[in-house]
């Protein structure tokens, strides 16, 4: 497969999806003040978890799209264990990095499938936004049922099924975020293929016309 070259809008692949689930967590927190709420040293709140995750597929989706999967596979690995030592020494939180780690690694290297499997394959193209944010969702509840075995927390009533809604509101934007940047990508990609044609006519005309003089 032909690797892609870099451009600069290729960086709205991790841009957007934060934008869009930051703006998302406000509005359904009613605003800024229940979203950014959680005080320092109180543990992980909302803004916490919504950059954290839309960050790391941002960036997966970056790697992917660039068609640097081993890469992709390593930030897959180090940004947990990066996140983990975050959770560890900013909340007081005294579980061990690597209980801390493993559930997000059974979170981040299936979602870096989704994004190769699901997302950037063209068999799931008109449907893809709402499929990778069902399968992500899946993922990340089952990441926060990880966590909190591995934290010895209780589960409370009805935890599935919060956790499931709340994680496929987020997954909705930051997917939406992944589908407006691929859009503005390929628009690019194809205005630019358009007038390259254009000027190659143009010149294949101008070369008849100079034979012709001949």
């Keep these: 497969m032909e690797e892609r070259s870099f451009k600069l809008e290729m960086l709205l692949i991790i841009a957007l999806p934060i934008l869009f689930s930051l703006l998302g967590g406000i509005y359904l927190s009613d605003g800024t003040d229940r979203f950014f709420g959680a005080s320092p040293g109180s543990g992980?709140?909302?803004?916490?978890?919504?950059?954290?995750?839309?960050?790391?597929?941002?960036?997966?989706?970056?790697?992917v799209y660039w068609q640097k999967r081993f890469p992709a596979t390593l930030i897959a690995i180090v940004i947990p264990l990066i996140y983990s030592v975050l959770i560890r020494s900013l909340t007081g939180e005294t579980t061990s990095v690597f209980k801390l780690f493993l559930p997000m690694l059974t979170f981040s290297l299936p979602v870096l499938g989704a994004l190769i499997f699901v997302f950037y394959n063209r068999i799931f193209l008109r449907f893809r936004t709402f499929?990778?944010?069902?399968?992500?969702?899946?993922?990340?509840?089952?990441?926060?049922?990880?966590?909190?075995?591995a934290m010895a927390i209780d589960v409370p009533q009805g935890f599935w099924v919060n956790r499931f809604v709340s994680s496929l509101l987020l997954f909705i934007f930051v997917a939406l975020g992944l589908s407006v940047a691929d859009m503005f990508i390929t628009g690019r990609e194809m205005k630019k293929l358009r007038e390259e044609r254009r000027q190659k006519i143009l010149n294949d005309e101008i070369e008849d016309e100079d034979d012709d003089a001949l």
């Design 44 to 63: 992980i709140g909302l803004f916490e978890v919504y950059m954290g995750v839309s960050l790391l597929t941002g960036i997966l989706a970056f790697l």
């Design 131 to 149: 499929i990778f944010a069902l399968v992500s969702a899946m993922l990340l509840a089952i990441y926060f049922r990880l966590q909190y075995l």
